[in-house]
């Protein structure tokens, strides 16, 4: 292969960008961040176990404060009752306490009263000399004197300002440390009566410490105010009286405040310790309780554990997908070797690399089967040169071959891409790209975009022309016409003809749209063949055509087109086997005698088109500046009708039919009157066609019809009612439910319904017309064909639906006198109807002769200004009782 040795330029480039330094980066960093994260969560973790131990100490000090406070509350009431004792007994000098406070009454008192407390002194009462005078324990012995004691002298003293002194001592009982409360007896007069002492012993205190679960490293210490220690637990007999009182608990948080906690090397132990002390509130003493670090950091020991073994494994995790990972890129690497190496020779372009003296280093097989070249000769090593040199050889290259290399070259080394499109042998469009490569050199890639070009020419062809007839379609009509409209010569005119044509709706819905695409085709083809060179048609959607003729001198050229048109579209059209013939309305525009702006001269031929159909179809019409204001007008009109609507302002007349054999009231047709307070009445000619252009024929015939079935609940039984239906209505989809809707409502019986239509209704979509006719008929409603001989009076219609009733047209009665009038016309129509079992009714008649006429034809029933024009509501209900009262008359 000319290139399997040279590919791997690629590959290179592919390596330099090989994710696998980055996937080693980020495992390094993720690595990082699990030890940096595993640290920091540690750090965390330990301050919360060390704040979790601080609370848990602070809670513990607390409860033992309350404890106390409590309890040497209730301790010293008994000292307190002897005290109000020595008061309410009025003693008043040393020698009347010795006397009272050493009967033995007072000695069996204090013994109840200090029975029961095992773990603490009795009641100790001593004289002003410090002498025991009476126990709770034994007799007073005067070998017991306190006299020394610091509490005794305080108070004899007088320096001590409080009535409870408490101090540790060494028992004169016992020997043993205990903590002495200390109460002031004295006389009203302030004189100094005695002492009444209490103590506790350290084992006391120290027992209830021991029920409170602070581990095997807690302690718990009580402290006198002045630092004392006064009990500890775990007990530590050498420490109980030493002072502490420049200890850092004492210094940093009960020199400033009741309570506190603190992180110390302990001067007891010497180890790292948590400590949270509390003051008494009531008497000087405080509990600190204290426990290592180490035991306030067991639970955070076990998560740290955890926490390690977590990220080790983490660690293991990402080492061992990252190791996948490389592994996986390295195979795909080799892999993607191979396979660019067979991408180069299988990509559907020619590859040619040059390296910066200009000499092959890749090239691939499609360039050279694209050109049809040697592989002897195009191969690495290959100078430009020589490769485009053999290529003139063989015939794909026909310029001169230093001037095409030496331009690429130039361009190349100024950093210049280079894109051309050349032609090879059979016709094909090769397109050649030249890309600088940043090492030097460049890449040129050669494609056959031969059908690229001709999908892109399809492309643009069906952006500017119709796909059925292959005319200009709307935009590039536009575009074209707005050109020729600059180039109009002093003298002359450019004509438009706004072409539509007629009743091609009918084609579509008989004959099926493959025969109206037929027709459609068909009459493009000859408009083309009707205008001069330097005109065109287009299709401008649908049923809309258009011609532009240039160099128009006089408007008789005009007339004359349109003549060879209308001759050209009536002719009769061979189409899949069906003769069709058709007709067209046509608008002309003149510019710049009509405007010279391109959206004046369309929106006035399109106004032309509409005069013509409005003036019957099959005829042209040339613009004409009052058209504009029929728009206008018309416009005007349907706001009026908009806001008559809005406005309740329509009304709903009535005329009846009468049968001619009996003249009696059959019933009455429903009939909708505009009376506008500028131009009076309206006639429904001019409002109805708006009405149902613009889709308000819904809600009006709605109204109609729920108003005139509420009006006829009012008339006698027998009288029936009859309302027109436009087809738009039945378009609308939901007709029946508002019929039923109607009758529901009024309470009218659906059979003295009736509804008119007429042939559009059928021709426009006869099968759903013909399946809601059905439904109403299956409940009912009688249903009458009006207007029967003005339309196609296809009577196939009559013999798909069973009609009720035919109405014929006025048209065929005017005439009906004559003797050539149309009294033929209406006897076969009675004929049919008969035939069918339906009735007639003649509609316009005003003579008595008519009268007579259709009633000797057969026919039904009339309708017309003979009997009555008609008549409002309260009129018509008026006329029908009057009517009802009467008999019939012969005529």
């Not at 044509?501 to 008989?510: A, L, M, P, Q």
């Not at 109805?688 to 006829?712: D, K, M, S, Y």
């Amino acid at each position: 292969m000319t290139s399997m040795g040279n590919a791997s330029f690629n590959t290179r480039a592919l390596l330099r960008g090989s994710p696998i330094r980055g996937l080693v980066l980020v495992g390094v960093l993720l690595v990082a961040g699990v030890v940096v994260g595993t640290a920091m969560m540690v750090n965390v973790f330990r301050e919360r176990a060390l704040q979790s131990a601080e609370r848990e100490l602070g809670n513990t000090v607390s409860l033992l404060a309350r404890h106390f406070d409590q309890q040497l509350e209730d301790f010293i009431t008994i000292q307190r009752e002897i005290a109000t004792q020595v008061r309410a007994a009025k003693v008043t000098t040393p020698e009347a306490f010795g006397a009272w406070m050493s009967t033995p009454e007072l000695h069996e008192a204090l013994k109840a009263k200090a029975s029961g407390h095992d773990d603490v002194a009795g009641v100790n009462v001593f004289d002003t000399d410090g002498r025991l005078i009476n126990s709770s324990e034994n007799r007073a012995s005067s070998a017991v004197n306190i006299s020394d004691r610091a509490y005794f002298k305080a108070f004899k003293s007088g320096t001590a300002s409080q009535t409870i002194l408490i101090e540790l001592v060494h028992s004169r009982f016992s020997d043993d440390w205990a903590t002495v409360i200390a109460y002031k007896i004295a006389a009203p007069n302030g004189e100094f009566l005695g002492v009444i002492t209490r103590a506790i012993t350290p084992a006391s205190f120290e027992r209830f410490f021991a029920s409170l679960t602070l581990g095997e490293a807690g302690a718990i210490t009580m402290y006198h105010r002045d630092g004392t220690l006064l009990a500890r637990y775990p007990h530590a007999d050498n420490m109980i009286g030493l002072n502490f009182a420049d200890g850092p608990v004492h210094r940093q948080i009960l020199s400033k405040s009741d309570h506190g906690t603190l992180r110390l090397n302990s001067p007891i132990d010497g180890s790292d310790r948590l400590a949270s002390a509390r003051a008494l509130s009531q008497f000087p003493i405080s509990i600190i309780a204290a426990t290592t670090v180490s035991a306030a950091l067991a639970d955070w020991r076990e998560q740290t554990r955890f926490l390690i073994a977590v990220a080790a494994a983490s660690v293991c995790l990402i080492a061992g997908m990252l190791f996948l990972v490389v592994s996986k890129l390295s195979m795909q690497h080799r892999l993607e070797k191979q396979r660019l190496d067979t991408a180069v020779n299988n990509i559907p372009q020619g590859l040619v690399v040059y390296d910066s003296s200009a000499h092959v280093t890749v090239c691939n097989r499609r360039y050279i089967e694209m050109f049809g070249l040697s592989a002897d000769v195009v191969k690495p090593g290959c100078a430009m040169q020589d490769l485009i040199s053999h290529r003139k050889e063989t015939g794909s290259f026909d310029g001169d071959v230093d001037e095409f290399c030496n331009a690429i070259i130039r361009d190349v080394s100024l950093g210049k891409a280079t894109n051309q499109i050349t032609e090879a042998p059979g016709g094909r469009a090769i397109q050649i790209i030249n890309q600088p490569l940043e090492a030097g050199g460049w890449v040129a890639t050669i494609e056959d975009v031969t059908e690229r070009r001709d999908a892109e020419a399809r492309i643009t062809h069906l952006a500017h022309y119709d796909p059925l007839t292959d005319l200009p379609n709307r935009a590039l009509f536009h575009e074209r016409l707005a050109l020729e409209l600059t180039r109009i010569a002093p003298g002359q005119q450019l004509a438009v003809l706004y072409i539509d044509i007629d009743e091609f709706k009918s084609v579509n819905d008989t004959l099926g749209h493959l025969i109206g695409d037929e027709l459609l085709k068909s009459v493009a083809l000859s408009l083309s063949g009707c205008i001069r060179r330097d005109g065109f048609v287009a299709r401008l959607g649908g049923d809309e055509f258009a011609v532009v003729q240039t160099a128009v001198t006089s408007e008789a050229e005009i007339i004359d087109l349109t003549a060879r048109i209308f001759d050209a579209i009536r002719m009769p059209y061979e189409c899949l086997g069906h003769q069709v013939s058709t007709d067209a309305s046509i608008g002309v525009a003149l510019a710049p005698q009509h405007g010279s702006d391109l959206h004046q001269i369309l929106k006035n031929a399109d106004m032309a088109m509409y005069a013509a159909k409005s003036a019957g179809r099959r005829t042209y019409r040339f613009f004409e500046p009052d058209m504009d204001a029929q728009v206008k007008a018309r416009r005007l009109l349907e706001m009026d009708l908009r806001q008559a609507m809005s406005e309740g302002a329509l009304e709903v007349y009535y005329q009846p039919c009468v049968g001619l054999q009996d003249n009696k009231i059959t019933g009455c047709e429903a009939l909708l009157r505009w009376r506008h307070p500028e131009r009076g009445m309206v006639s429904p000619a001019d409002f109805i066609p708006i009405a149902e252009e613009t889709g308000l024929i819904n809600q009006i015939g709605e109204w109609v019809l729920t108003t005139a079935c509420a009006e006829a609940t009012t008339w006698p039984e027998n009288i029936k009612l009859a309302v027109n239906v436009s087809p738009v209505q039945f378009k609308s989809g939901t007709l029946a439910l508002k019929i039923v809707a109607a009758l529901a409502a009024s309470g009218l019986a659906a059979s003295r319904l009736e509804l008119e239509i007429t042939e559009a209704v059928l021709i426009r979509d006869d099968d759903a017309a013909l399946a809601i006719l059905h439904q109403l008929r299956d409940i009912g409603v009688r249903i009458a064909l009006d207007d029967f001989g003005t339309g196609y009076s296809s009577l196939s219609y009559l013999q798909r639906f069973p009609f009720d009733k035919i109405k014929i047209d006025r048209c065929f009665v005017t005439d009906i006198e004559e003797p050539e009038g149309s009294s033929s016309i209406v006897q076969a129509v009675v004929n049919i109807a008969a035939a069918r079992h339906m009735t007639t009714t003649a509609e316009g008649v005003e003579t008595k002769q008519q009268q007579q006429l259709l009633r000797m034809l057969g026919c039904s029933e009339m309708q017309g200004y003979l009997f009555s024009k008609p008549k409002p509501a309260a009129e018509i209900k008026q006329l029908l009782f009057s009517h009802e009262r009467k008999s019939p008359a012969v005529a």
